[in-house]
């Protein structure tokens, strides 16, 4: 047996043939590879893998089994982009673990063949533990599981699906003297990993004719807080993507603020229940998910499930959300052609709906599981892009990974494929919804980052320190009426408490007292001054410009980035100036300089000139860091070429203020 190849026995049995429905829905008929190790072929363990092959002809696509030594090295990067590349592959599903390395410059991971062939990977994981032990646990997988066939492989850039087989006992070995073990498969997760991988294969033959709901959270249930996602202007950022979609220029709301007033408006609840909208524009639609359609789908659920959701909410028939009539659940949502903008739907209800939003253990409410089910069943949904950090689904009960039939996110979402835009400072999240909801993340920018400064009452209070600076020396007659002043001024703004000291009478302090607060109040100023915040809120495929872009710059050059000196300390060192014991007034000397150096860099075209060329802190920014930067224009591109069915390069994630501009570009999963 040659080290990779095709199994041609079973391309030579009889197969399921696709019926004609699944060829209509599908619009042709695309092929999956199933890649599997050799190791099983040799052995003749490949009753799992096959049946896969059986199930993805089911649904009408062409499965062929190809077995592979190994993804590593050059020799199998060659035969088996040589192998998918003849079958005309589609999408890719494989039980194999990791297959790419670490890039020459440390700061990205490079899978050579995955990215040539430009396929999505689906990674159907083939559990080393029983199926019994799967079902007991409420983590899901094991360690050692999780590990190989979930952590590893998502540095590919794969889309972890589920578990479909587990290593079981066939055979007690009384003959032998040891147990003979076998993979074998799980019927309903069988189907959910060959349903993933068709739907993904399928999205390549119907680009820019695909139906995708786009999705916008609604946490907590407030009105006023719909649309919110960390770091993220969702409604100028939902109208760039749709701008992209093909949706045509007539047919959008005129700025984000008239998105979100017309996805308000057409919204059935709010915060105090059910409405009926009235005066519905064109693209506001009014939609009904019928009561007998989901009481059909909830039927099949586990025993188990259902009693969960009728001890929490109650019979269907009396939920949240049902119209008028009881004939069904009722949505509202924008329609612009092929593709609908809804907010995902409450969590649950009640006194303390933030609670519910985290519960581990509540159920989504019935309204909620409606709101995934018509998506899929009456607008016809083939992808789903949910707009930023972060959802509900993907923190529903359930399994931590490696997910059941009986896990809310899977019941709620099914097989449809999630490309997720994702603020890439927070892995942990992220990897969440990847390994809980198979989602594509698009890692997308922080927002625009600046420095506090001091304002109000603190801009007040440093103006009164400087003064009593110069009134120390020249004239301290005054001192007694400018520290009461300064007083005041503390208490108003509340830093009293954070000096250690209560609200009590009216200021009396001795000098030597005073003094030490005058050094705690410098030192708290400079610390709140310093601080980094937001300057604003991204926009996806929009690179930072003008200040902001300052700004940005000067917020990662801030600490060392890797082997690259930071541009606060170089400046800090030029001046004399020791940052761990600066006065207000000379860290103020420091970033002015700093900032003067990064604007000088902007005024010359971003090419570093003159001094500015000798220094390495400065020719990173321009070489490196601006390009970097100027790559956020591809977070579009890569939620585009997902729904068309395309592989999304893998890239790092972590917080670029934080010493990981290696980050950069985003658009990456």
């Known amino acids: 047996v040659p080290p990779y190849g095709v199994a041609e026995e079973y391309l030579e049995r009889e197969a399921g043939v696709p019926g004609q429905n699944e060829r209509q829905i599908l619009g042709g008929i695309p092929t999956i590879a199933v890649l599997f190790y050799r190791a099983l072929y040799v052995a003749g363990n490949v009753m799992a893998i096959y049946s896969l092959c059986d199930e993805i002809r089911e649904l009408g696509a062409n499965a062929v089994p190809v077995f592979c030594y190994s993804l590593r090295g050059e020799e199998a990067e060659n035969a088996l982009a040589e192998i998918l590349m003849s079958l005309s592959a589609d999408a890719v599903v494989t039980t194999v673990w990791a297959a790419g390395k670490a890039n020459e410059d440390g700061d990205g991971w490079d899978v050579p063949w995955v990215n040539q062939l430009g396929i999505p990977v689906i990674q159907a994981i083939a559990s080393t533990s029983s199926r019994d032990d799967w079902q007991e646990r409420s983590s899901g997988l094991d360690p050692t599981d999780v590990a190989m066939s979930v952590a590893i492989p998502e540095f590919d850039g794969r889309i972890i699906s589920v578990p ?86 007539s047919q959008l709301p005129a700025d984000g603020d008239a998105l979100m007033e017309l996805l308000a408006g057409c919204l059935p609840y709010d915060d105090s229940g059910l409405v009926m909208p009235r005066n519905l524009s064109e693209s506001q639609e009014l939609v009904v998910y019928p009561l007998d359609r989901y009481l059909e789908r909830f039927n099949r659920l586990s025993p188990k499930v259902q009693a969960e959701m009728l001890d929490s909410w109650g019979e269907p028939s009396a939920s949240f959300g049902l119209d008028s009539e009881s004939v069904g659940f009722l949505f509202g949502l924008l329609s612009f052609g092929d593709v609908i903008v809804a907010a995902q739907p409450p969590r649950g209800y009640g006194a303390n709906p933030v609670a519910i939003y985290h519960s581990p253990m509540l159920p989504p409410m019935h309204y909620y599981l409606a709101f995934y089910w018509l998506l899929e069943d009456f607008f016809g949904a083939e992808a789903i892009v949910h707009v930023g950090k972060h959802g509900t689904l993907e923190w529903l009960p359930g399994k931590g990974v490696g997910l059941s039939s009986d896990c809310f996110p899977d019941i709620a979402l099914g097989s449809i494929p999630l490309v997720y835009p994702f603020v890439v400072n927070d892995p942990g999240e992220g990897a969440q919804a990847k390994r809980r909801a198979h989602a594509v993340i698009v890692d997308h920018l922080i927002p625009p980052m600046t420095r506090a400064e001091a304002y109000d009452d603190l801009s007040k209070l440093e103006g009164l320190l400087e003064e009593h600076a110069k ?93 690259i000196p930071s541009l606060r300390g170089k400046v800090a060192g030029e001046l004399g100036i020791d940052m761990a014991v600066a006065s207000s007034s000379e860290v103020d000397r420091v970033e002015a300089r700093a900032r003067e150096a990064v604007s000088s860099l902007e005024r010359d075209g971003w090419i570093a000139k003159g001094a500015a060329a000798q220094d390495p802190t400065l020719n990173w920014v321009c070489e490196r860091l601006i390009p970097a930067l100027r790559g956020t224009e591809n977070e579009i591109g890569a939620i585009i070429s997902a729904l068309d069915g395309r592989h999304v390069p893998s890239g790092p994630s972590g917080a670029p203020t934080r010493g990981m501009a290696h980050v950069l570009p985003t658009g990456r999963n």
């Open 471 to 563: 009134v120390s020396a020249l004239d301290p007659s005054k001192l007694p009426m400018l520290r009461e002043e300064i007083w005041r001024c503390v208490e108003s703004a509340q830093m009293h408490h954070e000096l250690g000291r209560q609200d009590g009478p009216e200021y009396s302090f001795g000098e030597d007292e005073f003094d030490d607060i005058l050094v705690e109040l410098d030192g708290y100023l400079c610390e709140l001054k310093d601080a980094q915040i937001r300057g604003g809120l991204h926009v996806l495929g929009s690179p930072p410009e003008g200040e902001a872009l300052i700004d940005m710059v000067l917020a990662m050059t801030r600490l060392n980035q890797g082997a």
């Open 164 to 249: 479909f087989s587990f290593k079981e006992v066939v055979d007690e070995g009384e003959q032998i003297g040891s147990e003979v073990t076998s993979y074998r498969p799980v019927s309903d997760r069988l189907n959910r990993v060959a349903q993933l991988a068709v739907r993904l294969a399928s999205l390549r033959s119907r680009s820019g004719q695909r139906r995708i709901a786009v999705v916008m959270s609604a946490y907590p249930t407030k009105r006023s807080r719909l649309g919110n996602a960390v770091g993220l202007d969702t409604p100028a950022s939902v109208l760039a993507l749709l701008r992209a979609m093909g949706v045509a220029e």
